[in-house]
């Protein structure tokens, strides 16, 4: 491989190949430290023209490639096998954004920019790029992309893919495509936009994309309202959604259980109730009047929901450090749950209109195979997307519990399924449920998806051992 590494010095400049182990650390572990690869070596292109030169390379040699934005994602989709094999084609230095039309209300950035990055710009422009997910700070557009990614907009806004408008991507065969197209209308063949989102890297290197913005919101306000059971907040939800259309933008779900164990590790934070209830909701209206508007409307909203007895009691945040403090609750859902041990985390969406019976039915069937078992379900009710974690039984070792891991995986998908759901909501399939999903999707899918990739990297060179 010296031949080919040689080459790709050539091509990008030698500073830009690390082949040193601790230079490449970095690159092969995953963000949960579940899993540590190996690589021939990390690549660092600048440009889009760069990225070509390398794939094209790759090909020429044989050699996977592994993309990789902010490496944050959850399913081992952005890190190299243990072969050594591979190598890592990292995107960060693709980081400029290159041009913002706010007329036609778009941006154009390079794959690894980081979102929150994009976030600034597009508020700098009086807009909104309304992405937004807990590692924004360090996750990038093309893995954003990718990953086709929700987060707490995606109620309003729509997920990744509902946020992109063109796609410039770097194909297996080492071709650079120029998909930056700013048209919200475009009926002319086959969309490979939406074929490379979502792809995990498998079909293609996304470069640079088209995204769509926002007017910018007035006002922003949050409030808690605390409930009985997941089927009242489904009530809830439907109210909101009458009473405040368009301005809902983040309606979050979260058992007291979750809120027992943040106030535990971050004694600060706790639920502004006298008492506990078995649910809370966190919800956020984004309004293009006034605050005072969007007081009135989340006040009104909360009134009504307590006269019909679908909240027990609620708060409305009376300022931004409030309804701050308000997300902090939810925030810390994932460090607390760290903080208490390990568990078993599964990221599933089913209808909204079938949450309520979901959570009750898995519960029953986890609790009849695993006595004691301790349910933390939060997630973005309003997209019927749960973060369905199980943590062991009182008395029971983490390390047995995770040993029951495939076990307990077969129950909750199981029921995912049977309630016409899907096994991974956000975080993707990536090498973590690759074969998990065999399972569930129907061989006509599957063998649709094999010539999809037959078609598009014949060489299997694109993230091999991800997604299919
Ligand atoms: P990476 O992790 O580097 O890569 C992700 C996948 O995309 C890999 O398969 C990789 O090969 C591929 N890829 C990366 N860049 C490219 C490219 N330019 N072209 C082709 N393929 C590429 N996810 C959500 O959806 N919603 C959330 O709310 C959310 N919250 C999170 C909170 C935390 C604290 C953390 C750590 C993660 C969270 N995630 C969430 C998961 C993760 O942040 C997202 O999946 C994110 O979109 C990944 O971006 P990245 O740049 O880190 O991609």
Redesign the pocket.
């Known amino acids: 491989m010296t031949a080919f590494l040689d080459a790709c010095r050539a091509a990008i400049g030698a500073a830009h190949i690390l082949t040193d182990p601790a230079d490449m650390a970095a690159y092969l572990t995953d963000?949960r430290r579940r899993h540590t690869g190996a690589a021939l070596a990390v690549i660092k292109p600048g440009t889009s023209e760069e990225v070509a030169a390398i794939v094209r390379l790759c090909a020429l040699h044989r050699v996977p490639v592994?993309?990789?934005?902010?490496?944050?994602?959850?399913v081992l989709?952005?890190v190299p096998d243990t072969s050594g094999a591979a190598v890592v084609l990292s995107?960060t230095r693709l980081n400029r954004i290159r041009s913002i039309d706010v007329i036609n209300d778009t941006l154009v950035a390079e794959?690894g920019c980081i979102l929150k990055n994009i976030q600034e710009a597009a508020s700098a422009a009086d807009r909104l790029f309304p992405l937004s997910?807990?590692?924004e700070g360090?996750?990038?557009i093309?893995?954003?992309l990718?990953?086709n990614?929700?987060?707490?907009a995606v109620l309003r806004y729509g997920n990744a893919r509902e946020l992109c408008l063109g796609l410039e991507v770097v194909t297996a065969a080492g071709d650079l495509w120029d998909g930056l197209r700013g048209l919200r209308k475009d009926n002319t063949g086959y969309d490979l936009r939406d074929l490379f989102i979502g792809?995990?890297?498998t079909l293609?290197?996304?470069?640079a994309a088209v995204l769509k913005l926002h007017p910018r919101p007035r006002a922003q306000l949050t409030a808690l309202a605390a409930l009985r059971s997941p089927a009242a907040a489904l009530g809830l939800l439907a109210m909101a959604r009458q009473e405040c259309g368009d301005t809902l933008t983040g309606f979050e779900l979260m058992s007291d259980l979750c809120l027992q164990m943040v106030h535990r590790h971050f004694p600060a934070l706790r639920a502004p109730f006298a008492q506990a209830y078995p649910q809370y909701v966190l919800l956020e209206v984004s309004d293009g009047e006034s605050s005072e508007h969007a007081t009135q409307l989340l006040e009104g909203l909360m009134d009504a929901a307590l006269k019909a007895g679908l909240a027990e009691d609620a708060v409305v945040a009376a300022s931004l450090a409030q309804s701050a403090n308000l997300w902090q609750l939810r925030e810390h859902i994932?460090a607390a749950q760290a903080a208490e041990g390990k568990n078993i985390k599964h990221d599933i969406a089913v209808p909204i209109s079938r949450i309520g019976e979901f959570i009750d039915t898995t519960g029953r069937l986890l609790e009849q195979a695993f006595p004691g078992c301790r349910l933390v379900t939060f997630g973005h009710l309003g997209d019927g997307n749960l973060h369905y974690n199980v943590a062991a039984p009182a008395g029971m070792t983490d390390h047995a519990f995770l040993a029951r891991q495939a076990e307990v995986n077969r129950v909750v998908h199981d029921s995912v399924h049977s309630f016409g759901g899907a096994i991974s909501a956000?975080?993707?399939l990536?090498a973590l449920k690759r074969e998990e999903i065999l399972r569930y999707k129907s061989p006509v899918e599957m063998a649709l998806q094999r010539s999809i990739k037959q078609a598009l990297d014949p060489l299997n060179l694109m993230?091999p051992g991800?997604l299919i």
């Open positions: 963000q592994v993309p990789q934005g902010g490496n944050t994602g959850l989709g952005s995107l794959a997910l807990a590692s360090s996750c990038t093309g893995g954003n990718s990953s990614a929700g987060g707490t792809a995990e890297g293609g290197i996304i470069t994932s956000e975080h993707g990536g993230n991800k």
